[in-house]
């Protein structure tokens, strides 16, 4: 298990970025990238970061044919972050490939830890079996995708922690379940389905939690920040 929850930099930009950082001071954070701030700022966020010491997960969710995914994970590799991810839906052949991309970009010898989305947090059963003709439950179809990440390779799942337990039990302890969708008792859940809040992440077996929201649109973001990290250690109620 992480000690640190991963904070999701949802911002447009890297002076909003700077911005909220600048109050954590000489802090060690871990940091996930995401969509809108990489593909409005590119490769010049993650030079910035690690200037900063901050442990990075690139989340750009790959999914595309395995010859372009393996050709993107080689880049992403060479950018020297630690995670990154691609979704389990793209097949098995895909997941191999992103992980020989990063097997063959990796910087001295060290490659990023690799994740396949399950089904995202935004998710409800209900929307998966309308949206995606899926008709077994919803866990079902998260421990499906888990099995068919480790057996092309990843280090591990994007999920919920809803989904930690049994996928703890079908790919064992060391296999990442890392989850968002993490939200506290008394605040909003936003557009997430699948919500639990760190105290209990820890108990269902996450290995590492992801908070954007309850974080960085809160009145005070660092105190915000250390009550999460304060749950999910086991340091406070
Ligand atoms: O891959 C992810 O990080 C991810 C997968 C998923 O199933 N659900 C999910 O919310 N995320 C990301 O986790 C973060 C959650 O942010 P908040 O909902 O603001 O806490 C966002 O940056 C999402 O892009």
Same mark, same amino acid.
């Given at each position: 298990m992480e000690k640190e929850p991963i904070i999701a930099l949802d911002f447009p930009s890297w002076e909003q970025t700077e911005a909220f950082l !600048?109050? %954590? !001071?000489q802090e060690q954070l871990y940091v996930k990238v995401g969509m809108e701030l990489y593909l409005q700022n590119g490769p010049f966020i993650i030079e910035r970061l690690k200037e900063m010491n901050h442990r990075i %997960? #690139? @989340? #750009? !969710?790959l999914h595309d044919i395995p010859n372009t995914v393996k050709q993107a994970m080689k880049g992403l590799a060479a950018l020297g972050v630690d995670m990154v991810n691609v979704h389990a839906a793209g097949g098995v052949q895909m997941m191999k490939a992103a992980r020989e991309g990063l097997d063959e970009g990796a910087k001295d010898g060290k490659r990023p830890v690799l994740l396949a989305v399950t089904q995202l947090t935004s998710t409800s059963e209900e929307a998966m079996q309308e949206d995606?003709?899926?008709?077994?439950?919803l866990q079902e179809s998260v421990l499906h995708y888990a099995k068919k990440a480790k057996e092309a390779g990843c280090d591990g799942v994007v999920c919920s922690v809803l989904e930690a337990s049994i996928i703890c039990e079908a790919?064992?302890? @060391? %296999?990442y379940k890392v989850t968002p969708g993490i939200r506290l008792k008394d605040g909003s859940t936003d557009d997430q389905q699948r919500i639990a809040d760190p105290h209990e992440a820890r108990k269902m077996g996450s290995t590492m939690i992801v908070v954007g929201r309850p974080v960085t649109k809160a009145d005070d973001p660092v105190a915000s920040y250390h009550h999460v990290k304060a749950l999910w250690g086991g340091q406070a109620q």
């Open positions: !600048k109050p %954590f !001071k %997960f #690139l @989340d #750009l !969710k995606q003709l899926i008709s077994v439950p790919c064992g302890e @060391d %296999f």
